[in-house]
């Protein structure tokens, strides 16, 4: 990540990587999405938690080189995947009651800390595989750099109608593009009245010493874990001998990250993250 990059990303709490994934990966990608869709909830919405677990093709993008770097430059070494998710959302078919989506991603970390601003602790990377060039095709709602502001001025309750926060923008975007964002950013999903079915997957990291929402407990046992690398498998929740020890990052030398950018010289020092 360049220093422009990171003042960009430290001001506005996003960037929007255009083109990460060739013509070729998108097919790829977007074909392993849709057979999952079929299975689960075929012609209906489909949010699925673990991405990987449930479609192991995407492993691929757990560490994609176009994007990861920017995970990295952020997380550092010990980090991990700790929430994922697989998005399908054909055009709606009638007008849902009204809804508040309107977060900052980390759940509790949003009560539980009360520094103002509080900490990034996590990014989150989101690949689309649909067209959402046009605002109401789906797209992910932002309110550009928000992610310093603990609180949105918003409804009494979710179910409560409220005008859409000032300065909110739908994020246009193409197939193979990428989002980053900081999970502070305030975001929501909008309904997609196209018929341009959206179809994304999200990746969010954060530090080793928080623990994984997603469901991991078996993937060692599954038949593609060991045709995927160790950096992958780290990202999975899996390195080193499981402990919490290991997890706060004790071991640099048996944590796959830090071997790869130390062996690629990547380990530099001003980032503190980065640092053994
Ligand atoms: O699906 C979306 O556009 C919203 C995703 C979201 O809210 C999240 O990643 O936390």
């Given at each position: 990540m360049?220093r422009a990059e990171?003042?960009?990303?430290?001001?506005?709490?996003?960037?929007v990587?255009?083109?990460?994934?060739?013509?070729?990966?998108?097919e790829?990608?977007?074909?392993a999405?849709?057979?999952v869709?079929?299975r689960h909830?075929?012609?209906?919405?489909?949010?699925?938690?673990?991405a990987?677990r449930?479609?192991?093709?995407?492993a691929?993008?757990?560490d994609?080189?176009?994007?990861?770097?920017?995970?990295w430059?952020?997380?550092?070494?010990n980090?991990?995947?700790y929430?994922s998710?697989?998005?399908?959302?054909?055009?709606?078919?009638?007008?849902?009651?009204?809804w508040?989506?309107?977060?900052?991603d980390g759940?509790r970390?949003n009560?539980e800390?009360?520094?103002?601003p509080?900490?990034?602790?996590?990014?989150k990377?989101?690949?689309?595989?649909?067209d959402?060039?046009r605002?109401?095709?789906?797209?992910?709602?932002?309110v550009p750099?928000?992610?310093?502001?603990?609180?949105?001025?918003?409804?009494p309750?979710?179910?409560v109608?409220?005008?859409?926060?000032?300065?909110?923008?739908?994020v246009?975007v193409?197939?193979?593009?990428?989002?980053?964002f900081?999970?502070?950013?305030?975001?929501?999903r909008s309904?997609?009245?196209?018929?341009?079915?959206r179809?994304?997957a999200f990746?969010g990291?954060?530090?080793?010493?928080?623990?994984?929402?997603d469901?991991i407990?078996d993937?060692?046992?599954q038949s593609?874990w060991?045709n995927?690398s160790?950096v992958?498998?780290?990202?999975?929740?899996n390195?080193?001998?499981?402990s919490?020890?290991?997890?706060?990052?004790?071991?640099?030398?048996?944590?796959p990250?830090y071997?790869?950018?130390?062996a690629?010289?990547?380990l530099?020092s001003s980032i503190?993250?980065?640092?053994?």
């Amino acid at each position: 990540m360049t220093r422009a990059e990171r003042e960009q990303f430290d001001e506005d709490g996003y960037l929007v990587i255009r083109g990460a994934l060739s013509p070729d990966e998108v097919e790829f990608y977007r074909n392993a999405i849709d057979r999952v869709h079929a299975r689960h909830t075929p012609g209906e919405s489909l949010h699925l938690l673990s991405a990987v677990r449930h479609c192991p093709d995407l492993a691929g993008l757990l560490d994609h080189p176009a994007v990861f770097g920017y995970v990295w430059s952020m997380m550092g070494w010990n980090t991990h995947v700790y929430h994922s998710h697989i998005d399908v959302h054909p055009r709606v078919k009638e007008e849902k009651p009204f809804w508040w989506h309107w977060h900052q991603d980390g759940g509790r970390q949003n009560r539980e800390i009360e520094t103002d601003p509080r900490p990034r602790l996590s990014v989150k990377l989101a690949y689309w595989f649909s067209d959402v060039s046009r605002p109401g095709r789906g797209n992910l709602t932002i309110v550009p750099g928000s992610h310093k502001t603990n609180w949105l001025p918003g409804p009494p309750r979710r179910g409560v109608e409220w005008p859409t926060p000032d300065g909110a923008q739908q994020v246009l975007v193409e197939p193979g593009d990428v989002l980053f964002f900081d999970r502070r950013i305030w975001h929501a999903r909008s309904d997609n009245h196209s018929d341009v079915t959206r179809k994304v997957a999200f990746f969010g990291y954060t530090s080793r010493w928080i623990r994984i929402r997603d469901e991991i407990e078996d993937l060692p046992a599954q038949s593609w874990w060991e045709n995927i690398s160790p950096v992958q498998r780290q990202l999975l929740g899996n390195v080193g001998d499981g402990s919490g020890d290991h997890a706060w990052g004790h071991f640099p030398e048996t944590t796959p990250l830090y071997g790869e950018l130390a062996a690629r010289g990547l380990l530099d020092s001003s980032i503190p993250a980065l640092i053994p």
